[in-house]
């Protein structure tokens, strides 16, 4: 049974930092890619970066580029998300999920972990 668990969400100020972290169990993260969505109350949900099953591609949405970083440990079978200089826009559930087919689709996606809410206050 596959599992992915995300923590590290929290609260902080704008400017602040905060590091995702999705752990895996039951799947194998450098055979797959990987993808991290957030989801803002009344909104889509949206996928602001990825990282294809080699880890020699990474995708970042226009909206955190240069602030995010996807990154993988194999060998704790984890994918993170450093998330830089946060903006009250970031507050957001943010999902980590991993599937064949690296896209910028959600459906693309099989697995999925439960979320971790981030929340940037002004």
């Known amino acids: 049974q596959v599992q992915l668990v995300e923590s590290g969400g929290g609260l902080v100020q704008a400017g602040g930092s905060l590091r995702l972290s999705c752990a895996a169990s039951g799947l194998t993260f450098r055979n797959n890619a990987v993808g991290w969505f957030r989801q803002a109350p009344g909104k889509e949900r949206e996928n602001v970066a990825r990282?294809?099953?080699?880890?020699?591609?990474?995708y970042y949405a226009d909206s955190v580029k240069g602030r995010f970083t996807v990154s993988r440990d194999n060998a704790k079978n984890t994918v993170y998300l450093q998330m830089n200089s946060l903006k009250p826009d970031d507050t957001a559930v943010y999902y980590c999920?991993?599937?064949?087919?690296?896209?910028?689709?959600?459906?693309?996606?099989?697995?999925w972990g439960q979320g971790t809410q981030v929340t940037v206050s002004s």
């Open positions: 999920a991993a599937g064949r087919f690296w896209s910028i689709m959600a459906s693309a996606y099989s697995f």
């Open positions: 990282l294809s099953w080699s880890g020699a591609d990474t």
